[in-house]
């Protein structure tokens, strides 16, 4: 049986990069990551909408389902707000249980939500989210099922009102507690100090949070580090660069160093293995 994510944290900071599709869950997988975040931007963007809620919950379950079964590393899967009230929090915990989830993430934001570095949030009140808490805790039939409460107060109430809540989503028994686009390392320090829980971080690009390692967190105190657009925004440069070159020069050849080759793809998806 594959490691459960709360048995990973239990010994290790770990790095959780986002994947896309399943084709970069196995890479993920293949570099030696103990764990495929499946990011709710990543999810859709890559299917041509932006990271506002756009995706209803058969849909992210669906593309979900994909990347799940291609690896047996645990994935954590991005939720954005539940889909809706207690009713769909519920349904949507057991859903990706049942898919086999190793952990499903909520934000307290206001539905339609914003991308977490990007201004203009509103989160709703402390105690209408905790419902939400309540609600999937509640609905999970293992504890190895993780609830990641993420808070993007932050941004709307300060750095003391994300810890607030914090403090108060560990009481309605949040598993792990992820505090979006804080604003410096001390910011991040102060949090791990004020906050007894296991925490994870989004170490994003383009985004309110600086640069910082997996080692800078891991000597804070936390437990996982989200890369969840790094593949996405690689892949995207890289296609854009190689349809400009072939546009200009009419022929592929000189992009063939650049590409993965038929058998190093064969080979990752296991395409002998269905002959």
Do not use: W
Not at 69 to 94: L, Q
Not at 258 to 266: D, L
């Amino acid at each position: 049986m594959p490691a459960s994510v709360k048995s990973i944290i239990e010994k290790t900071t770990i790095a959780a990069p986002g994947a896309f599709n399943a084709a970069s869950a196995l890479l993920i997988e293949k570099a030696g990551f103990d764990c495929v975040y499946i990011s709710g931007a990543g999810l859709s963007n890559s299917s041509g909408v932006p990271d506002a809620g756009v995706l209803s919950l058969e849909e992210v379950l669906n593309l979900s389902s994909y990347i799940i079964k291609a690896v047996k590393i645990p994935a954590i899967v991005d939720v954005d707000t539940g889909f809706g009230g207690p009713a769909e929090v519920k349904k949507t915990a057991e859903a990706f249980e049942r898919l086999g989830a190793g952990a499903i993430q909520i934000e307290d934001q206001e539905f339609p939500k914003r991308c977490g570095h990007l201004p203009g949030k509103t989160v709703i009140p402390a105690e209408e989210f905790i419902q939400k808490i309540k609600t999937a805790t509640g609905a999970r039939k293992s504890k190895d099922f993780l609830i990641i409460a993420r808070t993007d107060a932050r941004a709307v109430e300060g750095l003391d009102g994300a810890i607030r809540r914090a403090n108060m989503y560990i009481e309605a028994g949040a598993d792990i507690i992820f505090p979006e686009a804080l604003e410096s390392k001390d910011e991040f320090a102060r949090f791990a100090r004020e906050v007894e829980a296991p925490l994870m971080a989004n170490m994003t690009e383009f985004g309110k949070t600086p640069y910082m390692t997996l080692y800078d967190f891991r000597n804070m105190g936390y437990s996982i580090v989200l890369f969840p657009m790094t593949c996405f925004r690689i892949a995207m440069k890289s296609m854009e660069d190689a349809l400009v070159e072939l546009n200009r020069n009419g022929t592929q050849k000189g992009l063939l160093e650049r590409m993965q080759s038929r058998q190093e793809f064969y080979e990752l998806i296991r395409y002998f293995d269905y002959r």
